[in-house]
């Protein structure tokens, strides 16, 4: 993973006219926009595919550039074949705010007009010059106000949908009631996971967690939890390198004094430094909880979010 650059923070679901000026490779027949063939969408991962596919049901092939469950997506790197097929789509869906950098590279090389949905939204941008680079994640029950992992934030995703469905219209206008119909049952189903997070806040305010990157920060918060993981810790692990000695032996006596309800581990950041972590929670009967930053094969982002919720709560309510 590599640190994230805030600059490129933008509305949420904003749409961008961004340039595009690459050599498409032919992958199949491209919709005309308001024609009867599928619209044609890429999204930067698997989790924002799901939500456009949610919405565009059997009017869009969507496609993911990394569909890899074991995958990190903040170092992934581009192909030619990832640029071509953004070339070819009608519609861009990303995440935004530096964690997919390679889309963010792909659309910022040549002409105008691509239709862009991004998540990623200015809200959770902290303002420029707050923090000095070596300071740029501070975590551990400090600010969190800068987390690009904003999927995890159920407010954002009701937003993609919407947006990902007006754009939709726009191709395609005869189906413009149908995508925002889809869209509206996509978003009580993502209420539904919001009331279930309010139920774990209700019961559980205040409990404290570890978390071995803060990929889930957004659902911590909204869960009323308490993030304890030494901010040194975090931050190492955020920027790629490893935490210093001191921080390693800090978080090892959290987790050893046995102050976290729950240790929330991301196996797609994991090292031998996080794997130790994991290993002392299980030797003291601390929950671990995994939380992820793409999805697994064969689920849609409510499976897949609903059971991430489920197993957060199971190991809280270990711990009443």
């Known amino acids: ?183 509206d049952r996509f978003e009580q189903q993502v209420d539904a996971l919001e009331g279930r997070v309010g139920e774990i806040a209700a019961a559980n305010h205040g409990k404290r967690v570890i978390v071995t990157e803060p990929v889930a920060h957004y659902l911590v918060e909204a869960a009323q939890l308490q993030d304890i993981t030494p901010p040194g810790f975090v931050n190492a692990v955020e920027a790629e390198s490893d935490p210093s000695a001191a921080a390693v032996a800090e978080i090892q006596n959290v987790v050893n004094a046995k102050q976290a309800a729950a240790v929330i581990y991301n196996p797609q950041t994991e090292s031998p430094v996080t794997r130790n972590v994991r290993a002392a929670a299980e030797q003291n009967q601390t929950p671990v909880v995994e939380m992820t930053e793409t999805l697994p094969q064969d689920k849609t982002y409510v499976q897949w979010m609903d059971a991430q919720i489920t197993a957060l709560q199971n190991a809280l309510n270990q711990n009443r």
């Open 1 to 183: 993973m590599t640190v994230r650059s805030r600059s490129a923070a933008t509305a949420l679901a904003g749409l961008t006219a961004t340039a595009l000026a690459l050599t498409a490779c032919g992958t199949g027949d491209q919709a005309a926009p308001g024609g009867g063939d599928k619209i044609k969408v890429i999204a930067s991962t698997n989790v924002w595919a799901s939500v456009v596919q949610a919405v565009g049901g059997d009017g869009v092939e969507v496609e993911s550039i990394i569909k890899d469950p074991s995958a990190d997506p903040h170092s992934y790197e581009s192909s030619p074949q990832d640029a071509a097929k953004v070339t070819e789509a009608q519609l861009v869906v990303l995440n935004g705010g530096g964690y997919d950098e390679f889309m963010e590279q792909i659309l910022g090389n040549g002409g105008q007009g691509k239709p862009t949905v991004e998540a990623f939204k200015d809200e959770h941008a902290q303002p420029a010059g707050e923090h000095g680079a070596a300071d740029e994640h501070d975590h551990g029950g400090h600010d969190h106000s800068v987390n690009e992992h904003v999927w995890y934030d159920m407010h954002v995703v009701h937003e993609v949908a919407d947006q990902v469905a007006t754009e939709l219209g726009k191709l395609q206008p005869a189906k413009t009631e149908q995508f925002h119909q889809a869209a």
